[in-house]
C-alpha cells in the first residue's frame, strides 16, 4: 500500500526526519463525543478502523472509501522517537488537515489549527515519554458549512455540476523533525533580477550569540561564491551579487542565469549554522533568479513579454482525490501538460502540495496559486481566507514556478460584489494584503469577472458554442477581438469590472474558456460544449484556439481543464491521465502563431 514515502518539505531539506504516514487507527465521531469520553487517553478502545494515511476516508487509497457525511473523527498512532535525537527539540508537522484539528501527544494536548489548506506543526519535546509516543488527532469538517474555504468540496453528499466529493482530516504527510534547539526559521529568498542579486533573509531560534553562518550557493553543480556571517541578531538580511557583471548570465541575450519555463535554472544552497566547529543546524534549498510584473498591457518576465499558456488544473484524482496516489503523479501531470504546448498552470480552488511545486520549479511550469474559497460571505469566512492566505504565502514565498496568487474566483463567496461596497472592501483588502505579504508576485483579485483593483483582468468566457452555432462562435470572436469589445462583454451575464471600478491598463487573459466534453469508454458527464470522436475533439480545439489567437487584446490564456474530474469530463485527459488524442496535435494547435505582444 503507497504510504508517499518522499521528504515532504523540498524547498527545505534537513536530514534527521521521520516520516508518519501509513496505517493509524481511526474512528468517526459522528455524535461528537470523543472529547467527553477522552478518546485521547492511550487505553481508548474506541478506534474501530484502520487508514492509510495521509488519504481522506473519503478516498479509495484510505482503505476505508465512504464519501458520507462524519463531521468528526479522530486518528491515533504509535511511534518511537530514534535515540540520537534526545537532547534535540522535536517537531511534529502536519502537511495539512481539513479543516479544524485538535493534536494530543501522550494523553497531553498540544495546539489546534483552524484552516485545510496548509501546513503547521507543533514543538512536542516536551510532551515525549521514555517509551512509545501515541499522537492522538481530532478533526471537524463541517461539511455542509457554507463560511468556510471548501473550493469544490460540495456541501451535498453526491457530487454534481462543478463540485466534487469532499476530503475530511489529514491530506497530506505527517512528518516528525529534529532540530538543535538553535536553528535557522523564516528562510526567505527574493531574487531581483534587475540588479542580479538574490537577498536572504532569515532568523535564527534560540540562542544566537557567537554563531556563525556559511552560505554554499552552486549553480550547475559549480560555486558561485561562498561566504560567513557572524551573527549579532536574531533577525538577519544579506544580499549577494549572482551576475558579477557578465552579460551572458542576465536575460539580455537569452535566458542567461535566469529562472523560466524554457530553461528552469536553479541555484543550490547549503545553508550551515555553527558554533566554532560544531553544526548546529544544517539545510539543503535551492531559489531561482525570476521576476514577474506587468507593463504596457503585458506580463512581463524577467523583464520580457512572456505570453501565458496555462491549462486549469483542478489537482483530483480518482483513488486520492485531492492527494495525489505517488509523488510521480503530480510529476506527471506537469511533463504531460508541457508535452501539449503549456507553460504553466492555474491551480483551482487548491493549494497544492509542496511536491508539486518542487516539479515546476524543476521542470519549468508557471503556476498561479489559488485557495478554496467558501460558497458565501459573512465577516468570519472573510477572517478564514485572510487567515489561510498568510499561511500560504509564509509556506510557499521560496518557489520561482509561483507567479501569481489569486484570491478570489467568479465571486464565490463574495456572491454579491459589483454592487455591495462591504463585499468590494473583502476584494480590495485580499489584493493589497497579498501585496503586503508579497511584493513579487501579481495578484488577481477575483478571477472571471467583477474585478476591483488587479493586475490583470482575468476574464472567463466559455460562449464558443456548438461547431454548428456559427452565430455565437463569431460573437465569441467578437467578444475576444478588442480591449473594447472584452471590457462590455457580458459572458456569464456578469460585468467584467464591479460597480466603481474600471480598467487601467492591466494586461488582458482569457483565464477560463474551452470545457470540450468528450467521453472516452464507460465514462458519464457533461463538459461546456461535446463531441462524439477524437477527430471533432482536434477539430473542436482548433476552432477554440484560433478564435483565442486572433484577439488583438489577450496576452495569455488558461483553458479549461487538464483532466476530467467526476462527472466533468471536460478534460484534455482522463481522470485517469490517459490522453484523449495524440498530444502532440494539442501542442500543434497551442504553437500557432500568434502574436506574442500587444
Given at each position: 500500500m503507497n504510504h508517499r514515502q518522499e521528504y515532504p518539505r523540498p524547498h527545505l531539506i534537513r536530514k534527521e526526519w521521520l516520516n508518519l504516514n501509513?496505517?493509524?487507527?481511526?474512528?468517526?465521531?459522528?455524535?461528537?463525543?470523543?472529547?467527553t469520553q477522552?478518546?485521547?487517553?492511550?487505553?481508548?478502545?474506541?478506534?474501530?478502523?484502520?487508514?492509510?494515511?495521509?488519504?481522506?476516508?473519503?478516498?479509495?487509497?484510505?482503505?476505508?472509501?465512504?464519501?458520507?457525511?462524519?463531521?468528526v473523527v479522530w486518528y491515533r498512532k504509535e511511534f518511537e522517537v530514534p535515540k540520537e535525537w534526545s537532547n534535540k527539540q522535536v517537531i511534529l508537522h502536519f502537511g495539512a488537515v481539513d479543516y479544524r484539528s485538535w493534536i494530543y501527544v501522550n494523553e497531553q494536548f498540544v495546539g489546534f489549527h483552524e484552516g485545510g489548506n496548509t501546513s503547521f506543526q507543533f514543538d512536542i519535546t516536551h510532551y515525549l515519554v521514555n517509551d512509545v509516543q501515541t499522537v492522538v488527532v481530532k478533526v471537524e469538517?463541517?461539511?455542509t458549512d457554507e463560511t468556510i474555504p471548501r473550493g469544490k468540496q460540495y456541501w451535498k453528499e453526491q457530487s454534481e455540476s462543478i463540485w466534487y466529493t469532499r476530503t475530511t482530516g489529514i491530506w497530506q504527510t505527517v512528518w516528525l523533525e529534529s532540530l538543535n534547539p538553535t536553528h535557522i526559521t523564516k528562510l526567505r529568498f527574493t531574487p531581483d533580477v534587475d540588479k542580479g542579486d538574490i537577498g536572504v533573509e532569515f532568523e535564527v531560534n534560540g540562542d544566537f550569540t557567537d554563531k556563525v553562518v556559511q552560505f554554499d550557493i552552486q549553480f550547475k553543480g559549480e560555486r558561485v561564491l561562498k561566504d560567513t556571517l557572524y551573527i549579532h541578531e536574531k533577525y538577519n538580511r544579506r544580499s549577494f551579487n549572482l551576475y558579477n557583471q557578465k552579460i551572458f548570465r542576465t536575460s539580455f541575450h537569452h535566458d542567461g542565469w535566469n529562472w523560466t519555463p524554457e530553461n528552469p535554472n536553479l541555484f543550490d544552497v547549503k545553508i550551515t549554522l555553527l558554533q566554532e566547529d560544531d553544526i548546529l543546524d544544517e539545510i539543503e534549498t535551492y531559489f531561482g533568479m525570476r521576476k514577474i510584473h506587468t507593463e504596457n498591457q503585458m506580463v512581463y518576465l524577467n523583464n520580457r513579454p512572456y505570453y501565458q499558456k496555462l491549462v486549469l488544473d483542478q489537482g483530483y484524482w480518482p483513488e486520492g482525490l485531492l492527494t495525489a496516489p505517488t509523488d510521480e503523479d503530480l510529476k506527471r501531470d506537469i511533463v504531460l501538460a508541457k508535452e501539449m504546448g503549456f507553460n504553466g498552470c492555474r491551480k483551482h480552488q487548491k493549494v497544492e502540495d509542496p511536491r508539486f511545486l518542487y516539479w515546476a520549479d524543476k521542470l519549468g511550469f508557471l503556476v498561479w496559486g489559488e485557495c478554496a474559497a467558501s460558497p458565501s460571505f459573512s465577516e468570519d469566512a472573510a477572517a478564514r481566507l485572510m487567515k489561510e492566505w498568510i499561511e500560504i504565502i509564509e509556506r510557499d514565498y521560496n518557489h520561482p514556478s509561483i507567479v501569481a496568487w489569486v484570491p478570489l474566483n467568479e465571486s464565490w463567496g463574495i456572491p454579491n460584489v459589483r454592487n455591495n461596497r462591504q463585499q468590494q472592501h473583502h476584494s480590495q483588502a485580499m489584493y493589497h494584503l497579498i501585496h503586503s505579504l508579497d511584493s513579487t508576485r501579481i495578484v488577481i483579485s477575483n478571477d472571471g469577472w467583477e474585478l476591483t483593483k488587479s493586475d490583470i483582468v482575468a476574464v472567463?468566457?466559455?460562449?464558443?458554442?456548438?461547431i454548428d452555432q456559427t452565430l455565437k462562435y463569431d460573437r465569441f470572436i467578437e467578444d475576444l477581438a478588442t480591449k473594447e469589445a472584452i471590457l462590455s462583454?457580458?459572458?456569464?451575464?456578469?460585468?467584467?469590472?464591479?460597480?466603481?471600478?474600471?480598467?487601467?491598463g492591466e494586461p488582458i487573459l482569457l483565464t477560463e474558456f474551452?470545457?470540450?466534453?468528450?467521453?472516452?469508454?464507460?465514462?458519464?458527464?457533461?463538459?461546456?460544449?461535446?463531441?462524439g470522436s477524437e477527430e471533432e475533439f482536434i477539430k473542436?480545439?482548433?476552432?477554440?484556439?484560433?478564435?483565442?489567437?486572433?484577439?488583438?487584446?489577450?496576452?495569455?490564456?488558461?483553458?479549461?481543464?487538464?483532466?476530467?474530474?467526476?462527472?466533468?469530463?471536460n478534460g484534455l485527459l482522463t481522470y485517469n491521465r490517459e490522453p484523449k488524442c495524440d498530444l502532440k496535435e494539442i501542442k500543434k494547435i497551442n504553437d500557432l502563431w500568434h502574436s506574442e505582444t500587444i
Open positions: 501509513g496505517p493509524w487507527a481511526f474512528v468517526f465521531d459522528d455524535d461528537n463525543v470523543g472529547s477522552k478518546w485521547y487517553k492511550k487505553n481508548s478502545q474506541s478506534f474501530d478502523k484502520e487508514i492509510n494515511v495521509p488519504f481522506a476516508y473519503q478516498t479509495k487509497l484510505s482503505g476505508i472509501h465512504d464519501t458520507s457525511f462524519h463531521d469538517d463541517p461539511s472567463h468566457n466559455y460562449n464558443h458554442g456548438h462583454s457580458m459572458p456569464a451575464r456578469r460585468s467584467i469590472f464591479a460597480d466603481g471600478f474600471m480598467h487601467d474551452g470545457g470540450i466534453g468528450f467521453k472516452i469508454g464507460a465514462d458519464a458527464g457533461w463538459g461546456y460544449t461535446s463531441v473542436d480545439y482548433t476552432r477554440i484556439m484560433q478564435a483565442v489567437y486572433s484577439s488583438r487584446i489577450l496576452h495569455g490564456y488558461c483553458y479549461t481543464q487538464l483532466t476530467d474530474v467526476e462527472q466533468e469530463i
